[in-house]
């Protein structure tokens, strides 16, 4: 999953190949969201989001960001349908973050004072400190505070991330059923849908039929 945001009252975000529009409702007068690019980071055989975030200073004056906060408003796990019946061995995955998703407050100090006409670039890690190997998507906003003026502030878009658990190696001995498994992925369809996330993209044309099956119309609306 890759996806970049470009600066504006409104800016572009690119999901899975396909661009969408982002909107910034508030923001101050002189800052802007240049571009937000979201990449998978999957070095620790878990799955992270690495944000990159390009602020622009527009004004006449100095700014300096005081913090920056990941505002989550809702998530939903992914069951990994084939895996059903499966008997697990698993770990724990180590690995260093820069805001834990799944805190009471997840965000971040800053350390950019952004002079004027000043282009600034900086990493953000989004990971959790517990949590199993299945993914969860995550439904946030970014809200950055300055030392004066209004926050800026992006409209929702989505974030997956699994672990710190990982599947080492598994036994099963069958499979699941075809109406078990399209059983377990309608839920899915219809768990992520409640937070405004679309994840018949992510079930495979050849393998609809399985789904349609116990679940008539789930991809009529698309």
């Not at 600066?7 to 101050?28: E, F, N, Y």
């Not at 602020?55 to 906060?69: H, I, M, P, T």
């Not at 952004?114 to 953000?124: Q, R, T």
Request: hydrophobic share 35%.
């Amino acid at each position: 999953m890759s996806q970049s945001a470009n600066a504006g009252h409104s800016s572009t975000i690119v999901q899975a190949g396909r661009d969408a529009i982002l909107g910034i409702p508030k923001s101050p007068p002189n800052i802007r969201l240049v571009r937000l690019e979201i990449d998978d980071d999957q070095t620790h055989g878990t799955l992270r989001q690495k944000l990159n975030v390009i602020l622009k200073n527009n004004g006449d004056y100095s700014a300096f960001l005081l913090r920056g906060s990941l505002i989550c408003s809702g998530s939903a796990t992914i069951r990994l349908c084939n895996q059903i019946g499966m008997q697990f061995s698993l770990s724990k995955a180590d690995w260093t973050y820069d805001v834990d998703i799944d805190s009471v407050d997840p965000s971040f100090v800053g350390h950019h004072s952004i002079e004027p006409n000043e282009v600034v670039n900086f990493n953000v890690m989004v990971a959790r400190e517990s949590g199993g190997h299945e993914p969860t998507v995550y439904r946030a906003h970014l809200k950055f505070d300055f030392d004066e003026g209004d926050s800026l502030e992006t409209d929702d878009f989505h974030l997956m991330i699994s672990g710190p658990v990982v599947w080492q190696g598994g036994f099963q001995a069958n499979g699941p059923s075809p109406d078990e498994w399209g059983n377990c992925q309608a839920e899915n369809v219809r768990r992520l849908r409640e937070i405004g996330f679309d994840y018949r993209d992510h079930i495979h044309p050849e393998s609809r039929k399985y789904v349609e099956a116990v679940a008539p119309g789930i991809f009529d609306d698309e």
